[in-house]
């Protein structure tokens, strides 16, 4: 987080912050399938995905982008790390109720991008990878967010579970959706108003 953002956002007016690297590869994805305008802001620089390395460093990056880098607009995952964020981030006045969302999924209690991808597009190669038949039906059960779930499936199923492991399966997430990107999402869900807001922003610069 030491790199100085002007030295990467050069041409950037608008920057979507997310927590991870695998956030940023679906986002990366995705969005273009629901805007064609942001997908043209993306291929020139104009609107660019970065990750965090986590939510905890929201703040200090907000901070540097407050000294007029480039507009921003942040996505954490729904849980008690990025509720802190926010919350932090708000405290400081680096962050208005109209510059987030927390990735939530309809009855669960946490949530994370995993929670509004269709199960189907990656379970195959989840179920090939460690030799398992999950189905979306178990993936989907329960109230906690997606990697609680999942790493809990595994280790009910008797593997062996740590935090490499939960990172390959984002991985693994990751890469499916960016191979079926139209098929990817589970019906309407919050990824299309993080796409409007980040519409509205564009259409403000050029009107």
């Known amino acids: 987080l030491g790199v100085r953002l002007e030295d990467n956002l050069q041409s950037a007016r608008l920057s979507l912050v997310v927590e991870g690297a695998t ?25 660019v995905i970065e990750h965090l390395g986590g939510g905890s460093n929201l703040s200090y990056r907000l901070s540097q982008y407050s000294t007029g880098v480039c507009d921003y607009y942040a996505v954490v995952d729904k849980d008690e790390q990025g509720r802190r964020a926010i919350e932090a981030a708000q405290k400081t006045k680096l962050l208005s109720d109209k510059d987030y969302r927390m990735v939530s999924y309809r009855g669960k209690h946490e949530g994370e991008i995993e929670d ?4 189907a597009v990656y379970l195959e190669v989840v179920n090939s990878r460690f030799g398992l038949s999950l189905t979306a039906r178990q993936v989907m059960r329960g109230k906690g967010k997606w990697s609680r779930r999942i790493a809990q499936l595994l280790e009910d199923n008797g593997k062996n579970v740590d935090d490499d492991t939960v990172s390959e399966l984002k991985w693994l997430v990751a ?9 990817a999402l589970l019906g309407d869900t919050l990824v299309s108003e993080i796409v409007k807001d980040l519409e509205g922003r564009l259409y403000g610069w050029e009107e």
């Open 116 to 119: 509004l991808i269709d199960p």
């Open 175 to 183: 890469d499916a959706v960016a191979e079926s990107p139209t098929e």
């Open 23 to 47: 956030d940023a590869q679906i986002f990366r994805a995705l969005i273009p399938t629901l805007s064609e305008s942001i997908a043209n802001h993306l291929e020139a620089g104009t609107v």
